[in-house]
């Protein structure tokens, strides 16, 4: 059985499960959180490990065949322009289509999201580089470690010297590869119970019919980008004549990512489908796909910049002056590639911050949208996941660092 079919298969066993239970039961609900947060936590073990081990593995070969500098060249402007897109595309939905006002709330909030820049780029050099094997979220702080070792054992090939730090990690990278095939294999069934939570928070929002014509906005502005500016890119750019299998290969990490609303959480399975669906080699996609989880945030961007207009328009009957507009592209843009260290939730701290920046009242209208913010996160995931799958496609292609399956013979 496809391995998406079987997350599907889960959902749909979790959206039945979330009908038939009593989860106003405050034991199950308990039971039921408690459950979701060991599978998250399970599905997250072997993260660190395996991007480690393979982005050390992965450098080391680019260097060795002189593709690394030519990759991070690649990899930046798919990200740079993929949100640029992105960005676009959400800008110009929510000006064309004028969504309707939310009622305002009353309520007030304390907590206050700080996006403390300093902090976060020493964050990124600890006081020992061992002590970065030891962050779970932030997965730049070990990626670049790895990318230190990997960048200088290149000369493993002429160096004896260097030759067994190689092998060791490849053996590493190769293990941690199996044992994450395993955990996306079970991930199938854990899907049941966090499809249970998500949906059950999921059902409140829908119910309630408030944000259902956003909930619409994201769907098409998600087909029209996955759908269509996407594989018109990989058919001009690659030359592919079915750019589709892509979106194909990109089914069940979409779906996890989709509904555990965590990067880090769909990224070995991410890493799976490039390597046994679109036969992306590990020297690229050992290199790619951390940094796209890390950077390339433009769903949030997209979804931001609609979700802060719609919050705007529920505000005030004018229209948005063109400077504010684009300072809202702006700052959505920019601030979009700094949220590497939120693996989840990071939609809505965009959000939030929009709103504290933008302020003349402002400060605290992000509220309007607490109540969907695990559906508006959701929705940036999943953009970011699909843009993970095309755009280390496409950087394999330039690489020539891909052997072409059949759709046929995807897992």
């Given at each position: 059985?496809?391995?998406w079919?079987?997350y599907?298969?889960?959902i749909l066993?979790?959206?039945l499960?979330?009908?038939l239970?009593p989860?106003?039961?405050?034991?199950?609900?308990?039971f039921i959180?408690?459950?979701?947060?060991?599978?998250?936590r399970?599905?997250r073990?072997?993260?660190v490990?395996?991007?480690?081990?393979?982005?050390?593995?992965?450098?080391n070969?680019?260097?060795?065949?002189?593709l690394?500098?030519?990759?991070v060249r690649?990899?930046?402007?798919?990200?740079?322009?993929s949100t640029?897109?992105?960005?676009i595309?959400g800008?110009?939905?929510?000006?064309?289509?004028?969504l309707?006002?939310?009622?305002?709330?009353v309520?007030?909030?304390?907590?206050f999201f700080k996006?403390?820049i300093?902090?976060?780029?020493?964050?990124l050099?600890?006081?020992s580089?061992?002590?970065?094997?030891?962050?779970?979220?932030?997965?730049?702080?070990?990626f670049?470690?790895a990318v230190?070792?990997?960048?200088e054992?290149a000369?493993?090939?002429d160096?004896p010297?260097?030759?067994?730090?190689y092998?060791l990690?490849?053996?590493l990278?190769?293990l941690?590869?199996?044992?994450?095939?395993?955990?996306?294999?079970i991930m199938?069934?854990m899907?049941?119970m966090?499809?249970?939570?998500w949906?059950?928070?999921?059902?409140t929002?829908?119910?309630s019919?408030?944000y259902?014509?956003?909930?619409?906005?994201?769907?098409?502005d998600f087909?029209?980008v996955a759908?269509i500016i996407?594989?018109v890119?990989?058919?001009?750019i690659c030359?592919?004549?079915y750019?589709?299998?892509?979106?194909?290969?990109?089914?069940?990490?979409?779906?996890?990512s989709?509904?555990g609303?965590?990067a880090n959480?769909?990224l070995p399975?991410?890493i799976?489908h490039?390597?046994e669906?679109l036969?992306?080699?590990?020297?690229?996609?050992?290199?790619?796909?951390?940094i796209?989880s890390?950077?390339?945030r433009?769903?949030?961007?997209?979804?931001?910049?609609i979700s802060?207009?719609v919050?705007w328009?529920?505000?005030?009957s004018l229209?948005?002056?063109?400077?504010?507009i684009l300072?809202?592209?702006?700052?959505?843009?920019?601030f979009?590639?700094l949220?590497?260290?939120?693996p989840?939730?990071?939609?809505?701290?965009?959000v939030?911050?929009?709103c504290?920046n933008?302020?003349?009242?402002?400060?605290t209208?992000?509220l309007?949208?607490?109540?969907?913010?695990?559906i508006?996160?959701?929705?940036?995931m999943?953009?970011?996941?699909?843009?993970?799958?095309?755009?280390s496609y496409?950087?394999?292609v330039?690489?020539?660092t891909?052997?072409h399956?059949?759709?046929?013979?995807?897992i």
């Amino acid at each position: 059985m496809k391995l998406w079919i079987k997350y599907l298969l889960a959902i749909l066993l979790g959206i039945l499960a979330a009908i038939l239970l009593p989860v106003n039961n405050p034991a199950i609900s308990s039971f039921i959180n408690f459950v979701t947060e060991l599978f998250v936590r399970i599905g997250r073990y072997l993260v660190v490990p395996l991007v480690f081990s393979t982005a050390i593995v992965s450098v080391n070969k680019l260097r060795s065949s002189k593709l690394f500098f030519k990759t991070v060249r690649w990899t930046a402007i798919v990200i740079l322009c993929s949100t640029f897109i992105m960005t676009i595309v959400g800008m110009l939905s929510i000006l064309i289509v004028k969504l309707p006002r939310i009622p305002i709330t009353v309520d007030t909030s304390s907590d206050f999201f700080k996006l403390d820049i300093a902090s976060l780029i020493l964050s990124l050099f600890p006081t020992s580089a061992f002590a970065a094997l030891t962050e779970g979220s932030f997965l730049l702080v070990s990626f670049i470690f790895a990318v230190l070792i990997g960048f200088e054992s290149a000369t493993a090939v002429d160096t004896p010297l260097f030759k067994p730090v190689y092998q060791l990690f490849d053996s590493l990278s190769k293990l941690f590869y199996n044992i994450a095939q395993f955990i996306t294999e079970i991930m199938a069934f854990m899907m049941v119970m966090i499809m249970t939570k998500w949906f059950v928070e999921f059902r409140t929002i829908i119910f309630s019919g408030i944000y259902t014509p956003m909930l619409i906005m994201f769907i098409v502005d998600f087909v029209i980008v996955a759908g269509i500016i996407y594989p018109v890119i990989i058919r001009y750019i690659c030359h592919d004549p079915y750019p589709y299998r892509v979106l194909y290969a990109s089914i069940a990490p979409a779906l996890l990512s989709f509904i555990g609303g965590d990067a880090n959480l769909a990224l070995p399975l991410t890493i799976r489908h490039g390597k046994e669906s679109l036969g992306i080699r590990r020297r690229t996609s050992g290199f790619t796909f951390p940094i796209f989880s890390i950077f390339s945030r433009g769903g949030s961007a997209l979804v931001s910049v609609i979700s802060f207009i719609v919050i705007w328009r529920s505000y005030s009957s004018l229209n948005i002056p063109l400077g504010d507009i684009l300072w809202i592209f702006g700052f959505s843009f920019v601030f979009s590639f700094l949220l590497g260290g939120l693996p989840s939730g990071c939609a809505f701290v965009l959000v939030t911050i929009l709103c504290q920046n933008y302020a003349r009242g402002f400060e605290t209208s992000f509220l309007l949208l607490k109540p969907a913010s695990l559906i508006i996160c959701s929705f940036s995931m999943l953009f970011d996941t699909v843009t993970a799958m095309y755009g280390s496609y496409l950087i394999a292609v330039k690489n020539k660092t891909i052997e072409h399956h059949k759709a046929q013979h995807f897992i």
